[in-house]
Structure formats: C-alpha cells, structure tokens
C-alpha cells in the first residue's frame, strides 16, 4: 500500500462503528482536519463533531466520501472513533491537546499514525446550507454533461430534498441528504465534500510531495518478458521523464506486461505519452463531448489536462490523438492487467487497446466510471466534483456504467497471481 490507489481501497468501505457514544464535551466539539497516514500515503479528511439530538457526541465526516465516522466517544483527553472495512473492524483512538489530536488507526494487523488539527471554520447556518444547496442547483443545472440527467427531472428531483437540506442539523447530516440526492443520478465523478481532491490525496497528481518511481515502476520479469507497473495516471514533466524511461529499458523485451490493476485513473500526460509507445502512427483514441456536443470535435494530441480542457470547453467536444511522437514505439507483444479498481482514464486507455487489438487484456472487468470531471468551489469552503464530459472510444462505446470486460478472465490470490502468469503466458506464447 505504497500509492494513492491503494489509499483509497483501504479506506472505501469504512463505515459506521460500535463504539458506544459519551456525552459530547464543548472543548472537543467542532470542525478538525484529521490525517491519516497509510502506508506511504496521506488522506485527509474534515471531520465535524457535534452533539446529536439527545447531547451525545456524533462525528461526521465531510470529505471525500472513503471514509464515514457516526459514532464517537471523548472522556479526559481521550478521542475514540471506530467503524468497519473489507478488511475488519477499524480503531481510532489518541490524545486531545487543546487544538491538536495525535493518535494511531488500527485496522487488524494494519496500523499506522492520524493526526488533526481543530479548524477555524465553524458549522454553517440553515441558511448557508439552503444558499450552497441552490449554488449546487443551480451549477449542475447549467453544467452536468447530459442536460437529460438521465431522464430525471432535475427541477423535481432538487425541490424534493430542498426541504431536507433546510432541516439537517449539522453540517454532516445536510451533507448526506445532498449525497444522498446527487446518488439518483447513479453517476461517477459526482459529489460534494468539505475538501478537494488534490487536498484529500496529497501525494497524487504529480505534485511536489508525489514520489514517481512508486508511481511509475519497472523490471525484468525473464529475459523475454518486461513487467512495467503504472499505478495512477499522473500529470507533468516528472512523470512523462519517468515513463521514458521505462521504455528505454523495456524495448528490448519481446514481451511486455503492463500492470494497471487499483489504477484509479487521473489525467492525461501519462496515459498519452504511453499511447504514443504502442502506437506507431497518429490514431484517433477516443472522443469526449459536453452538453454542448459539437458536431466536429477539435483534436488534441499533447500531454497537458490545462490544455485539454481549455479546448473541450471552447469547443464542446475533443478527439485524442495518440501515437506517431515516440522515437522507438513498442514493438513486442503486449498483455494489460486490469481489475475492479482500474477506474476512469485507465478504463478509457485499456478499452482502446482493445478495440484496436494492441494488446490483450487479462484480469477483471474495471469498474465503470469513466466522465471527464471537474470542481467547483462553492461557498463555505465546500467543493462540487461533477462530470463535465462523457466518453466514447472511436467505434462509440460507452464506458461509463460498464467498465471493461477483459479478453482472458483470471483471478489473483495473496499466495498466487495468477493474472500476471496468464499475462506472461499470452506474451510468450507462439502468435501463429
């Protein structure tokens, strides 16, 4: 659990725990920003703590929806928290110091450090919630990528919960009636929280804290087969340096493994640059469409997401353009690992392949949630996720709610992994 992925499949199904609730003492009650340190990684997340309808302590969690908190305990100087996960039930307990919190999160034999800090921002008002929630409304009513909303009506579906959003009484508990709304839509890239993105996860996305040789990995499997590992699609100099170098070790390999298994997606330089090693000449891999769809989508073929979306956005739809830019393209064989949590652009590039025969791919079908998204700040300091774009590949298909269904469907154990074995046995063996 070195990468962002594997941050976020620790912590996706934290839930509600046991733990008994204590009266909710005035010095803990407020808005902290806790972080978690997994295994090489940071999650952040806002937690509210607040004392419910009969004065005992509740914790709400507001930030990307991996983590939920609803019960608390605080006695002394003591905070607990607790909940459940795939993996087993979850501990948090540590020690309060005026505005701080240092303590340790246990999951079964995973453990490791959390620390928060009390912020400054107090709960919102009934009416703050109400003006935010009509923002929201109003924002996606105008920006959503399909004006159909799926054959909702968008105006029906806001007015019924209105009425929840001006009655919740924290923060936590308005937040999960506009979640609770947005999960109509049955969309991926959807959601409101108290914290970006690039604020949750700050070791993702390229940035100065973002170690790309975990990132980015590669090594000799025998002396025929090469094994590169790309565990999230990251933007910039850094990392497109670091899939260069990949590939000028790899060439000589007659047979290539590429591992996007847990591969969450992320934006374009990566996935672009890597289409340009399997793909000798300039080919259409893809095309996004806003609500505006037009009718002759501009072209891009670089490797900046600024870029890109200045374009989608001026001229409503873009076609990517892959391939034809690398000196020495790939030219041996080529089997993709894929599985459940190969999401977004890792779905987008690996249904190309496929549809292109580049390459076979081996493992489980990915997970479905392929838009284009971007974030809107909101005021309160909260921020709206929404897809702006949808996708199709260049014969037309769709991903979003579907995912990608693998050519050769092979299971992984912790003792065996029989998906890279099948991967390396389609490489090596006769073409003919």
């Given at each position: 659990m070195r990468n962002a992925s594997m941050t976020l499949a620790l912590l996706a199904t934290i839930a509600c725990g046991n733990l008994t609730p204590t009266p909710a003492p005035a010095p803990v009650l407020g808005r902290w920003l806790f972080t978690f340190h997994i295994m090489g990684g940071l999650f952040r997340t806002p937690v509210e703590l607040v004392a419910d309808s009969v004065g005992l302590l509740k914790a709400n969690a507001l930030g990307l929806p991996l983590v939920r908190f609803n019960a608390a305990s605080a006695s002394g100087d003591q905070l607990q928290l607790e909940g459940t996960s795939r993996y087993g039930a979850v501990h948090v307990n540590g020690r309060l110091v005026r505005d701080s919190f240092d303590g340790r999160w246990r999951i079964k034999i995973l453990r490791g450090a959390v620390t928060a800090k009390r912020l400054a921002v107090g709960p919102s008002s009934v009416g703050q919630r109400v003006a935010i929630f009509d923002a929201l409304r109003d924002s996606l009513a105008r920006r959503y990528y399909d004006s159909t909303f799926g054959g909702l009506s968008w105006d029906s579906l806001t007015t019924a919960y209105r009425p929840q959003a001006a009655a919740a009484r924290s923060d936590g508990e308005w937040l999960a009636s506009v979640r609770q709304m947005l999960g109509e839509l049955h969309s991926s890239h959807l959601d409101l929280s108290a914290i970006s993105v690039a604020d949750a996860l700050p070791t993702r996305g390229g940035g100065a804290n973002t170690n790309e040789s975990k990132i980015i990995e590669w090594r000799s499997i025998d002396s025929r087969v090469g094994y590169l590992r790309i565990a999230q699609f990251d933007e910039?100099?850094?990392?497109?340096?670091?899939?260069?170098?990949?590939?000028?070790?790899?060439?000589?390999?007659?047979?290539?493994?590429?591992?996007?298994?847990?591969?969450?997606?992320?934006?374009?330089?990566?996935?672009?640059?890597?289409?340009?090693?399997?793909l000798s000449q300039p080919t259409p891999v893809g095309t996004f469409t806003t609500r505006r769809n037009s009718a002759t989508p501009a072209q891009y073929s670089g490797y900046s997401v600024d870029e890109f979306l200045r374009l989608l956005r001026d001229k409503g739809a873009v076609t990517l353009v892959a391939g034809g830019h690398a000196a020495q393209p790939y030219q041996g064989r080529i089997a993709v690992l894929i599985d459940g949590g190969s999401g977004s652009t890792t779905e987008a590039f690996v249904a190309v392949l496929q549809?292109?025969?580049?390459?076979?791919?081996?493992?489980?079908?990915?997970?479905?949630?392929?838009?284009?998204?971007?974030?809107?700040?909101l005021d309160g300091g909260w921020v709206l996720r929404f897809p702006e774009a949808d996708f199709r590949t260049p014969a037309g298909q769709r991903i979003e709610g579907r995912g990608v269904s693998p050519d050769i469907v092979a299971s992984r154990h912790w003792y065996r992994d029989g998906q890279l074995r099948a991967a390396v046995s389609i490489v090596t063996s006769d073409p003919r």
């Amino acid at each position: 659990m070195r990468n962002a992925s594997m941050t976020l499949a620790l912590l996706a199904t934290i839930a509600c725990g046991n733990l008994t609730p204590t009266p909710a003492p005035a010095p803990v009650l407020g808005r902290w920003l806790f972080t978690f340190h997994i295994m090489g990684g940071l999650f952040r997340t806002p937690v509210e703590l607040v004392a419910d309808s009969v004065g005992l302590l509740k914790a709400n969690a507001l930030g990307l929806p991996l983590v939920r908190f609803n019960a608390a305990s605080a006695s002394g100087d003591q905070l607990q928290l607790e909940g459940t996960s795939r993996y087993g039930a979850v501990h948090v307990n540590g020690r309060l110091v005026r505005d701080s919190f240092d303590g340790r999160w246990r999951i079964k034999i995973l453990r490791g450090a959390v620390t928060a800090k009390r912020l400054a921002v107090g709960p919102s008002s009934v009416g703050q919630r109400v003006a935010i929630f009509d923002a929201l409304r109003d924002s996606l009513a105008r920006r959503y990528y399909d004006s159909t909303f799926g054959g909702l009506s968008w105006d029906s579906l806001t007015t019924a919960y209105r009425p929840q959003a001006a009655a919740a009484r924290s923060d936590g508990e308005w937040l999960a009636s506009v979640r609770q709304m947005l999960g109509e839509l049955h969309s991926s890239h959807l959601d409101l929280s108290a914290i970006s993105v690039a604020d949750a996860l700050p070791t993702r996305g390229g940035g100065a804290n973002t170690n790309e040789s975990k990132i980015i990995e590669w090594r000799s499997i025998d002396s025929r087969v090469g094994y590169l590992r790309i565990a999230q699609f990251d933007e910039g100099a850094a990392a497109l340096a670091r899939l260069d170098s990949a590939f000028a070790a790899l060439r000589g390999y007659t047979g290539l493994v590429v591992d996007l298994r847990g591969n969450p997606g992320g934006t374009l330089s990566v996935a672009m640059r890597l289409g340009d090693y399997l793909l000798s000449q300039p080919t259409p891999v893809g095309t996004f469409t806003t609500r505006r769809n037009s009718a002759t989508p501009a072209q891009y073929s670089g490797y900046s997401v600024d870029e890109f979306l200045r374009l989608l956005r001026d001229k409503g739809a873009v076609t990517l353009v892959a391939g034809g830019h690398a000196a020495q393209p790939y030219q041996g064989r080529i089997a993709v690992l894929i599985d459940g949590g190969s999401g977004s652009t890792t779905e987008a590039f690996v249904a190309v392949l496929q549809e292109l025969h580049l390459a076979t791919l081996v493992g489980q079908r990915t997970a479905g949630g392929m838009l284009s998204s971007a974030e809107l700040q909101l005021d309160g300091g909260w921020v709206l996720r929404f897809p702006e774009a949808d996708f199709r590949t260049p014969a037309g298909q769709r991903i979003e709610g579907r995912g990608v269904s693998p050519d050769i469907v092979a299971s992984r154990h912790w003792y065996r992994d029989g998906q890279l074995r099948a991967a390396v046995s389609i490489v090596t063996s006769d073409p003919r």
